[in-house]
């Protein structure tokens, strides 16, 4: 097959796949900016410019506080997830004892557990704690699923730094905690970004436990309040409103993945390699 045959099908495959992912988004963007009855007009092209949407959501209700909930939920997650994830990948990627193997598939199956399946007994636990209806619920519940990938991808990523600078370390007598904090944090930012990245992305996407777990609209984060936005009747569906709401809560995902987007594919690629 020619050389010009193969470019061409490669970059025609690339401009599909670039426009399956995008024009998802450009839609919604579309929408976002129309209002009344241009909502029901279908132009793939911006036609009307409106920021009317954008005004309702954020001035009326209680979005904008929606929008800090899903910020200190994703945050805490990611900052708690860190911090244990490091401490465990630690002791998993340095210290052998029996049974280590065995751990790191145990803590990899817990994440991959359906949501569902663990829903009536975090709810049970939620209940028992009298976390119901508040966000450190939502913080518990997540962290069940971020951790486990977490310390696993940190413990990938420790594994293979080298031994030597632990042990000239340990000669000058640093300690774990030092070792930790000071010779392997500045190594492991590229894992630290990528884990704390796809975290946070988990935490902010998430629904079905900030449905359950909460019952306030004062608490509820983005996803739940997206899900629940209505219109001035019980058959009307504010499609512009919610368009515009799923643009704001998007737009600082794009922004995040973007600016760490090197990091994350370091850290993603971590270990695969043996040199």
């Known amino acids: 097959m020619p050389t010009a045959v193969k470019k061409t099908g490669f970059y025609a495959l690339v401009v599909f796949i670039v426009l399956f992912s995008v024009f998802p988004f450009y839609y919604a963007i579309l929408t976002s900016l129309k209002s009344g009855t241009a909502l029901f007009r279908i132009n793939y092209i911006p036609v009307d410019f409106s920021l009317a949407n954008y005004t309702n959501v954020?001035?009326?209700?209680?979005?904008?506080?929606?929008?800090?909930?899903?910020?200190?939920?994703?945050?805490?997650?990611?900052?708690?997830s860190l911090f244990?994830?490091?401490?465990?990948?630690?002791?998993?990627?340095?210290?052998?004892?029996?049974?280590?193997?065995?751990?790191?598939?145990?803590?990899?199956?817990?994440?991959?557990?359906?949501?569902?399946?663990?829903?009536?007994?975090?709810?049970e636990m939620v209940r028992?704690?009298?976390l119901y209806n508040s966000l450190f619920s939502l913080i518990f519940a997540y962290m069940i699923f971020t951790l486990p990938f977490t310390v696993w991808v940190l413990t990938t990523f420790m594994r293979d730094l080298p031994v030597e600078i632990e042990e000239a370390a340990i000669v000058d007598g640093a300690s774990p905690f030092v070792i930790v904090m000071k010779i392997f944090l500045p190594l492991m930012w590229p894992a630290l970004v990528t884990t704390g990245l796809l975290a946070f992305i988990a935490a902010w996407n998430e629904f079905l436990f900030a449905l359950t777990f909460v019952a306030n609209n004062d608490t509820r984060t983005v996803p739940v309040a997206i899900a629940l936005l209505s219109g001035a009747s019980?058959?009307?569906?504010?499609?512009?409103?919610?368009?515009?709401?799923?643009?704001?809560?998007?737009?600082?995902?794009?922004?995040?993945?973007?600016?760490?987007?090197?990091?994350?594919?370091?850290?993603?690629?971590?270990?695969?390699?043996?040199?």
């Open 128 to 130: 028992w704690m009298g």
């Open 234 to 275: 019980e058959q009307e569906i504010p499609w512009g409103t919610i368009m515009a709401a799923s643009v704001i809560v998007t737009v600082p995902l794009i922004v995040l993945v973007l600016i760490f987007q090197r990091k994350i594919v370091s850290g993603l690629t971590a270990g695969g390699v043996k040199g």
């Open 84 to 123: 244990l994830a490091v401490t465990a990948a630690y002791a998993l990627s340095r210290i052998n004892f029996r049974g280590r193997g065995l751990l790191l598939l145990t803590i990899l199956a817990v994440s991959m557990f359906p949501q569902i399946a663990v829903l009536a007994g975090l709810f």
């Open 58 to 80: 954020l001035t009326n209700g209680v979005f904008p506080l929606n929008i800090l909930n899903s910020v200190i939920v994703a945050v805490t997650v990611v900052v708690i």
